[in-house]
């Protein structure tokens, strides 16, 4: 009565008897007021195991006598007859089945499921088991298949049973205002019942309506023993992530736990400890909270459980550069997911892994795993996976070159999102998208494809995506020439960013600005923002942002004559390219490195690596780079004795950079003599 908040407990045993070839089964039941104890009703019925449905009939009636409640009516009967496994075979399988779900074991849980339909094929409720079984597994098609069986299957099921069928297939649909609307029912159905308040609040935060949650979780708490529940908690701290509150998370955590462990309840345990372990973030505690978490899992025979809180451990190791655990953690957590047929979690594994392997400089490891993550989407139509490895790999093999298969994944990763409805990566892909043709060269179409993510960004009013889509159109605008409006971006962003303590965008940011400045010659400006945005990337530990603001930092100190600042750059920013693999962007401190080559003397070596950068850049589809190459080029050639050689490369740029629609090219080419050998 504490715990639940029941005020009645229904108990009871069996006896199975008699000859093995047609086997007697005995039942007796006891209801027991749980607030003082007293026995309420009990009773006992006996009848042949292989008519198991009509004593649970039997027995019900029984029990109504007893508590006064009255006899059910001959269709109400029917009904729940019909929610009754119709044989006892049937009942052993699906009692062993939803063991195995409880113990996300969904490998065991659709052979027994299978089984069961085999021998009772019109039995609704195996077939929503059987849905769940699938979508644990990762077989999204067969999961909807299943689902849309018992749906078919659920015309003469009580009312209940079958709006959790239907809830069921309207969220395998993704049909969330279908899902909710339905949970709303099932609610108001049974308004004591805690488990449906909170599958609609699940329901109500997958589908963006925050507000509506904390309503939907107001209302749950209000329900009998809901201070003592940990779920309600856990359900707020699920909001929390929504709502990216990470002070909120670790308060929700933290009390999930302590009510767990109250209540004695060793899954719930095993999952506050999982979620505050994530909390953690970082520090040092978050490697014993999961290890704990994994522990509890494994006690309680949860292996999915356990291979979440080693795949959590893992990322953990990776965010602190212990590449070598983090590997083998990774691993560990695969077995276990392998282990259970979970092929969701496989295929998440292989994404973790493409990210360390991607920031360890292993390209062709990165993209080996997001075509296995790929290739498990396939096989289980899961839309949502496949655009996440299209759109992953797709970024991988830019940074080779920009070519029309990486497009082609994009708007394949594009058109698989509006398949699945899922509208935040798709602002994602139209941001990265736009930035692929940006750098082909594609300036009016990438600007297009920008403007849909803008709209996209701000009907989700989600914060970060809009940050990033804004990001890549104000590129866009810089790159045509709208250079004031592009800096009023930048500094928005770089405004937010500081307020909110984002030290990425703060750095990615003011790194922008600090170019802008450096295109007007604004060198003190210029080294004032790239100062920050060198300490911003080191605070999050993006070494490649930090070796480009330290080598255009560089080229600011070379043009106010600071010596000794401009070689300490320029050494830290060549011992940090050492540590990069990545290409594209990385080319832009090549370029500023070869051009401070030129301009402190080295005038032909700096001109020679960067017409062989614009050559590379131009040969991959890198367009805007090859032509940012160009222009340092011509730069250095300010100082060439032979002014034919200079005007050329001047004149040539001119032409090619006003054709592709590159007016900030123009506007800072403007800035150099055409046809002069000095300033």
Known sequence: HQRLGSDYVLSGSYLVFGDTEAPQLRLDLAVQDARNGAMVADLSRSGAVSELPA????AG?????KLGLGRLSGSSL???????????????????????????DPSRARDELLQAIAQAPGYAPAYMYLAQAWAALGYRAKALIASKQALANAADLPDEQRLQIEAQQYN?????????????????LRPQNPDYPLQLIAALVAAGKNDEADTALAALRRLPGATSDPRFELAALNMAIARDDAKAVMAHAQHALQLARTRAEPGLIASARLQLGIAFGNTADAEPMLRSAAASFRKIGNPHGEAQSYQNLANLFFNRNQITAARETYERAMAIYQGIGDLDGVAAIYDDLSRMLWAAGDRDGAEAALRQALQIGRETNDLERQAWSLAGLATVMSDESASDEVANMYRQALALDEQASQRAHHVFVLAAYSDLLRQRGELDLARGVCSKGQVEANALRDAEQITNINFECAQIALDRGDVDAASSVFKSIAEQAKAAGDS?????????????AIGRLHWTEAAR??????????ASQETAGEAVSEGLLALCYSASGNKTAQDNAATHARDLRGRINQRQEILILDIAQAQLQGDIGARENGAAALQALAEDASKRGWLGMALEAR???????????????????HD??????????????VQRLAMIPANSPSR
């Open 652 to 665: 040539e740029l001119a032409k090619d950079a006003a054709r592709h629609g590159y007016g900030w090219i």
């Open 631 to 649: 222009l340092a080029r011509v730069q250095v050639l300010e100082h060439e004795t032979d002014p034919a050689v200079a005007g050329n490369a």
């Open 504 to 516: 990425f965008n703060l750095a990615n940011a003011q790194l922008l600005l600090g170019q802008i």
């Open 78 to 104: 029917r009904l729940a007859a019909n929610a009754q496994p119709p044989t006892a075979e049937v009942a052993r399988h699906i009692g062993f089945a939803l063991d195995a779900l409880q113990k996300y």
């Open 172 to 188: 395998m649909q993704d049909d969330q205002s279908r899902t909710i609307e339905t949970w709303r029912r099932l609610v108001a």
């Open 61 to 65: 009636a029984g029990l109504r006598d």
């Open 529 to 538: 923002a790239l100062r920050i945005s060198l300490d911003n990337w080191t």
């Open 55 to 58: 004593l649970v009939v039997a």
